[in-house]
């Protein structure tokens, strides 16, 4: 099986954790080295560098094309020489690809998500909930990480094929630890949407000394990123800025909690990251968090400031229940190992080739 992968917005090759690399780029570099092992990968990115080897079976193809029709050019091209069974597109920037190969290449046309900007809380933009309804009733299958995204795509476009597929976590990475530390965590790109206000804003409202580790570099300009940082003074609030993905899991294991204030959630890698790590996640219940974490694996609480203080005080002064839910949040945890997702995966890719 010969899969072309479509990641017009950003490369797996950018480290996650700042600008535009986030969860999305955690997920196609682990999802597709995992599925190199049965089918040969090829990823299409912006840029200059040529083919980049991630591994046997799978590469990195730079196309340095800004104009989406010239980008799609390339991908129709190579297609005549490499035969590709398949097309995947990820996050709306890819989907516009797959709107202009769509009918040349004639193969089946599979798109992801990633954000759903109806969804969103904050800031819609208008153009990307047209272009993004038009991928929608238009690719051949949308998969996605959640059943309540799936939902919401099935009101929209009933003809639409949808299939639920998680995303996974690496739990050899991410391993349990004994508790007994007394810090909270937030761990992601320093972006508008994460909710990193509403987190201030519930540490204010305790009137008590924690400590929160920030772990996660600009997004969307830096004056977001100091703008946060002015709106935490004089708290205990430590910005440690972007951390290696190979060194997060430290991160996890010094926290007692971790936290995951977004205003939107399409899923949530960190919750699943924090719960592989043995730790309970605090969040809103209207997030993909819901479906991960749910209601043993942390609290996720009715959006609002006074319930996600309520439920950080609570933990903190509960190292019995830290300890059952960060428990309960491992044995989750090791359902979504990237081998069993990938399977997942190709088993679905499998079946819309042959249909
Ligand atoms: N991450 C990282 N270094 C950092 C901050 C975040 O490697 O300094 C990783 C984090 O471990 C997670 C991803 O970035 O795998 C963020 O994923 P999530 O789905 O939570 O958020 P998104 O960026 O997709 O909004």
């Known amino acids: 099986m010969r899969i072309c992968v479509v990641s017009y917005h950003s490369s797996p090759l950018e480290p996650a954790g700042s600008g535009k690399s986030g969860g999305m780029n955690v997920f196609i570099s682990h999802l597709y080295k995992t599925l190199a092992r049965f089918c040969e990968i090829d990823i299409f990115v912006r840029g200059d560098r040529g083919h980049i080897q991630l591994g046997p079976g799978i590469r990195v193809i730079h196309i340095n094309k800004p104009n989406f029709n010239e980008f799609a050019e390339c991908i129709i091209d190579y297609h005549t020489t490499r035969h590709y069974d398949l097309i995947h597109t990820h996050y709306w920037l890819s989907g516009m690809i797959g709107l202009v190969t769509k009918g040349v290449l004639k193969i089946p046309w599979v798109h992801s998500l990633h954000t759903f900007e109806i969804l969103k809380r904050i800031k819609k933009d208008q153009v990307r909930i047209e272009i993004e309804n038009e991928i929608i009733k238009r690719c051949d299958i949308l998969i996605s990480p959640t059943q309540k995204e799936a939902i919401v795509i099935k009101q929209m476009n009933p003809s639409t094929r949808v299939i639920t597929i998680p995303h996974g976590v690496d739990n050899k990475r991410f391993k349990p630890s004994a508790d007994g530390h007394s810090t909270l965590l937030y761990v992601g790109r320093i972006d508008p949407i994460k909710g990193l206000d509403l987190l201030v804003d519930a540490l204010r409202f305790l009137k008590r000394e924690i400590r ?144």
Not at 272 to 291: H, K, N, Q, Y
């Open 212 to 355: 929160l580790n920030i772990v996660g570099g600009p997004s969307k300009g830096k004056e977001n990123f100091e703008s946060i940082k002015t709106y935490a003074n004089g708290l205990p609030i430590h910005f440690l800025g972007k951390i290696n993905y190979e060194e997060l899991n430290k991160h996890y294991s010094k926290a007692s909690i971790v936290i995951v204030p977004s205003y939107y959630e399409s899923f949530g890698l960190v919750g699943l990251e924090a719960m592989a790590s043995a730790r309970p996640v605090i969040g809103f219940a209207d997030t993909g968090l819901s479906e991960t974490v749910g209601r043993d694996a942390g609290i996720l609480v009715k959006r609002s400031v006074r319930n996600l203080a309520h439920a950080i005080t609570h933990l903190f002064n509960n190292q019995g229940s830290r300890y059952t839910l960060g428990l309960k949040g491992r044995e989750k945890a090791l359902h979504y190992e990237w081998s069993y997702i990938a399977q997942r995966y190709f088993v679905t890719y499998e079946k819309i080739i042959k249909s």
